[in-house]
């Protein structure tokens, strides 16, 4: 019997070719086997990194989106992440800046507007219902008061404190402070220093602050940047009788504001004139 003739396969294909497809599906099921094998077999096969290395790439990742914020402004980095504004250190004022100095200033223009009335019963005021009387008698109705009178009046307390304490200027001015007070321009900063020293500005820088914070600190603040207001008139006036010094142009006084009628205080500022200011008044 004749063996059967060589089987010949077209394209060069030999017998191996022909369970290629078995292979593959060997190769798969391979495959499949070891996708069964636990997760943590896979990494434990995996080479370890130290710790120093991931930190270093940690490092680095922080360092690269540190840059990209500062290069590229996208609305994602606009409200996120700590910001470069530095903030003073120790506890947050209860009072900021701009609310102090306005009642600050505020008080200025309020009390050197009866400061002739009110600087010898201050002075001599024994309690704190006395101060109380004072500020009374100066004030508003109570539906008209604007802010800062609404803060000090119920107040007295403090400012009788205050003007009891060795703080408060007692003593007469120095005339080259009043001097400098009155005539110098309004920006000028020795001007402005000079002001600081009168007694109403004295107790304003102290009572601004009231009862956010106590009168030192208020004090403290306040003096540290002083007003930038005229005297008031009133004010003016007196002090420019009280040191002997010639009274403004009469073009600055035609129209100034004046709260207490101008007759009534060129008389409280010659305290020594004898004349009777109740007579005046009436």
């Not at 223009?109 to 024994?126: H, I, T």
């Not at 004030?139 to 609404?150: G, I």
């Not at 008139?233 to 009788?241: A, C, G, K, S, V």
């Not at 007759?263 to 305290?271: D, E, H, I």
Request: glycine share 4%; with cysteine.
């Amino acid at each position: 019997m004749q063996n059967p003739p060589d089987v010949q396969f077209t394209d060069g294909k030999s017998a191996q070719d022909l369970i290629h497809g078995q292979d593959g599906k060997m190769a798969r099921n391979a495959r499949k086997q070891n996708s069964k094998r636990r997760l943590d077999w896979i990494l434990g096969d995996q080479p370890q990194r130290s710790t120093s290395e991931l930190e270093r790439r940690v490092m680095q990742l922080e360092n690269d989106v540190s840059i990209l914020k500062q290069l590229v402004r996208w609305p994602i980095f606009s409200n996120a992440g700590p910001t470069d504004k530095k903030t003073k250190p120790g506890a947050k004022e209860k009072i900021e800046d701009k609310d102090l100095f306005t009642y600050r200033d505020g008080l200025t223009l309020w009390l050197e507007a009866f400061w002739p009335w009110m600087a010898e019963r201050l002075y001599r005021a024994s309690s704190a219902e006395e101060v109380g009387a004072i500020l009374e008698a100066v004030s508003e109705e109570p539906d008209l008061r604007r802010n800062w009178q609404k803060r000090l009046l119920p107040n007295p307390a403090e400012l009788f404190d205050f003007i009891s304490d060795k703080r408060f200027r007692k003593t007469r001015l120095p005339k080259a402070t009043v001097k400098d007070a009155l005539t110098l321009p309004l920006k000028d900063e020795r001007r402005r220093r000079a002001a600081n020293q009168f007694p109403a500005r004295q107790i304003a820088n102290a009572m601004a602050g009231v009862p956010d914070i106590g009168w030192r600190r208020s004090l403290d603040r306040c003096s540290a940047n002083p007003s930038t207001t005229y005297l008031a008139l009133n004010t003016d006036l007196y002090y420019r009788e009280v040191y002997n010094l010639p009274l403004p142009d009469a073009g600055k006084l035609t129209g100034a504001y004046s709260p207490v009628p101008k007759c009534l205080q060129l008389v409280v500022a010659r305290p020594n004139s004898g004349t009777d200011v109740s007579e005046t008044e009436t």
